[in-house]
């Protein structure tokens, strides 16, 4: 037992360690600067050539829209163009139904025409 007030020899050289472990997290919130957008444009009709024209034109009526606000096709040169918009992809392919009971897919003689589109908005900041 140890008297307070008395020196232990014993405690005055054992070495003490320890280990301190700091962990944090830190959030920052900032506003976007850019906004990508995927959209499909999608007509059925009897062919695929009818089918593709009415793509077409509902393609070309919302470039135009997209031109008229200042946009433009995305290029090497345009890449930090406050409104890009690219073509991604133009397909076809049968229309099918689906037959509850059977189970069924059977094709219904339309065909089906999209095309997909990738619009990007910058804040020009």
């Known amino acids: 037992m140890r008297n307070a007030g008395t020196y232990d020899r014993r405690m005055a050289n054992t070495v003490q360690s320890f280990s301190l472990s700091v962990r944090a997290e830190a959030q920052r919130t900032t506003a976007p600067d850019q906004v990508d957008v995927a959209a499909t444009l999608s007509a059925a009709a ?39 918009w690219s073509t991604q992809s133009v397909q076809t392919h049968q229309e099918h139904t689906h037959d509850k009971t059977t189970g069924a897919h059977s094709p219904t003689g339309r065909h089906i025409a999209s095309v997909s589109l990738r619009l990007t908005v910058r804040d020009s900041l």
């Not at 997209?66 to 930090?80: D, F, K, N, P, Q």
């Open 46 to 84: 009897g062919s695929k050539s009818d089918a593709m024209s009415e793509v077409h034109t509902a393609l070309s009526a919302m470039l135009d829209e997209l031109t008229a606000l200042g946009g433009e096709v995305l290029t090497a040169s345009s890449l930090r163009a406050p409104l890009t």
